[in-house]
């Protein structure tokens, strides 16, 4: 196929400024998920803190650690995790959930993939309240660090729209795809530093560590809710995800993003 490059970045650009558009769109989909319920977004805050509660207390006895310690850490990096996979799984759906709409109206589809993020991003800010809970429980040290959560989901939702995209076009045409991405998700959140310390696996094993791209978009989150700077390979690592990602999305995009309806 020829790219078409000047369509695909105006595709891109167009249905990031929409923001109107894929703000509706996400909280519409948030809405619809939880109507007729009581506690609505809520009820995934309430499993998730029970979930963490438990293997806090639980891990923190089977480690020797104090639970004051062992819980903010869990619960930072379940928060991010839950963010991120999240996206990423909800992003291979980008398209064919939406087929109704691509087929009737005409419209960036890059709006779809913000829409993901944006009702993803509602979802993280309703379970912070177990960061809060935890927060008065633990007293955890809240500092100039802590602010660099900010530019930290920034980057995250950067990255998050164009997995959304690739993610989106690639299952658009190979549906098998969503079901190896959630199998790999399921493995990754035991090999990713998230339940254990880097730490824990001694020098051995920072390598392992350190080329984890999830890992780093992890920490990016986790490291300002704990009162910490992530290092500066985090971000290095995450700035190299922004690029190459970016850039194989709109390569592809070019190329098959006029084919997305015949393949819906």
Known sequence: MTPQYDAAFADILSGITYWRMWGRLGWQETKRRYRRTVLGPFWTTFSLGIFIMTLGVLWAQLWK??????????TSGMLAWALVSTIINE???TFTSAESLIKTLVFPYTVLSCAVVWRNL??????LLIYVVVVA?????????????LPGLVLV???GVWMATLLGLVCSRFRDIQQ?????????MFVTPIFWSPEQLGP??????DFNVLYHFVEIIRAPMLGRTPSVWTYEVVAYCTLAGWATTLMLYSR???????WL
């Open 157 to 159: 939702s950067v990255n």
């Open 91 to 93: 992003g291979c759906a």
């Open 65 to 74: 650690q104090d639970p004051k310690n062992y819980i903010p850490f869990l």
């Open 122 to 127: 509602i979802v993280l800010f309703h379970n």
């Open 180 to 188: 190896i991405i959630g199998s790999i998700l399921q493995v990754s």
């Open 204 to 209: 051995r094993g920072t390598v392992f560590v």
């Open 256 to 262: 098959f993003r006029r084919r997305v309806p015949y």
């Open 137 to 149: 429980y633990a007293g955890v040290t809240v500092s100039e660090s802590s602010l660099l959560i």
